[in-house]
């Protein structure tokens, strides 16, 4: 969640928040344990992504991290008095929630509300079940109270244990001014979009960060770490070649030092490029296409450019020679 505001006292504030969510199934690098779900993998006792892993996907360095259990967000919910939304889907009833969930406008409660943010129907993509958690959120923002000391007095009384980073007194605020904007109508949900093997569709996704995040998103360089390439497959290749095309340019990178993203296949095209957002970067870019064997000429200034990554890379018909020298 993010507002473009410190934050409200006072049960009023200007300007615009967003609710960009994260799908628990997306695919992350993650230190020691490789390729991990966003959410955690209760098999191999991986626990659910935090700040650093956030800030190592989508180049955004967070404020802070606000955590709740389930069954503590449905006593907060039924504290609120219960959440109002219209449901895209019934949920069957369960033990956790024996009411279930119907479809249409509902005012649920703090146990329905779990249950119709976490339920995945089979078959579903993943980005489902996270655009209904995205819809509960919001709701939960309309049922907040628009004063950060009324905020406090709900998060104090679930005796939660806040991020060192985060404390009460700073987020209240936050979730006060996100529910001022939320009742003006300018909060904005998103949900991160994802690709076929559940790994960041980091295209589609670039204006969702630029635009929602702004100017807190920071892409590897800017943010002292290492320059983020996003490489995206134009060879026109079959999938097996191509995905074999890509690993060689993944190689490449790795060994120069760079975090290597993975993008799509686009519209096969006869040269290799190398692309940035501004001329100021021309450097960098330049250093990525020797890193790949490209000449200078690869390199190309692209006005408008839209990425969470500092250089994008389309791999062209002429990678499948290029790559074997």
Excluded: C
Excluded at 62 to 70: H, I, K, L, R, Y
Excluded at 88 to 100: I, Q
Excluded at 156 to 182: C, E, R, T, V, Y
Excluded at 254 to 265: E, H, K, L, Q, R
């Amino acid at each position: 969640m993010v507002t473009n505001r410190g934050g409200s006292t006072s049960g009023s504030a200007s300007g615009t928040g967003a609710i960009v969510v994260i799908p628990a199934q997306m695919q992350i690098d993650d230190q020691g344990f490789g390729d991990q779900p966003f959410g955690g993998d209760m098999a191999s006792d991986e626990p659910p992504a935090g700040a650093d892993e956030v800030a190592s996907s989508l180049g955004v360095t967070p404020d802070g991290v606000w955590t709740m259990d389930e069954t503590t967000f449905g006593i907060f919910v039924d504290e609120l008095g219960g959440l109002t939304l219209t449901t895209n889907t019934a949920v069957p009833a369960s033990t956790a929630d024996p009411k279930g969930v119907a479809e249409g406008t509902e005012t649920l409660s703090g146990a329905q509300s779990v249950a119709y943010a976490t339920y995945s129907a089979s078959g579903e993509a993943a980005t489902a079940q996270a655009a209904r958690f995205g819809q509960v959120m919001d709701a939960l923002m309309a049922a907040m109270p628009t004063s950060s000391l009324s905020v406090q007095h709900f998060l104090n009384a679930l005796g939660l244990i806040p991020d060192p980073a985060l404390p009460l007194s700073k987020l209240s605020p936050i979730l006060a001014a996100l529910a001022a904007q939320q009742q003006g109508s300018r909060v904005t949900v998103a949900t991160l979009p994802l690709n076929s093997s559940n790994a960041l569709n980091a295209t589609a996704a670039a204006e969702i960060v630029s635009k929602l995040l702004g100017g807190t998103a920071k892409a590897g360089a800017s943010a002292g770490q290492a320059a983020r390439v996003l490489v995206q497959n134009g060879t026109g290749a079959s999938t097996s070649a191509g995905a074999q095309l890509m690993a060689v340019a993944q190689a490449k990178l790795d060994d120069s030092g760079y975090t290597y993203n993975a993008g799509n296949v686009v519209a096969a095209q006869a040269k290799s490029e190398v692309e940035v957002a501004s001329s100021a970067d021309q450097s960098l870019a330049e250093q990525v296409a020797a890193s790949l064997g490209l000449s200078g000429s690869a390199v190309q200034v692209v006005s408008g450019l839209s990425s969470v990554d500092d250089v994008t890379v389309v791999l062209g018909k002429d990678w499948t020679s290029l790559s074997a020298d």
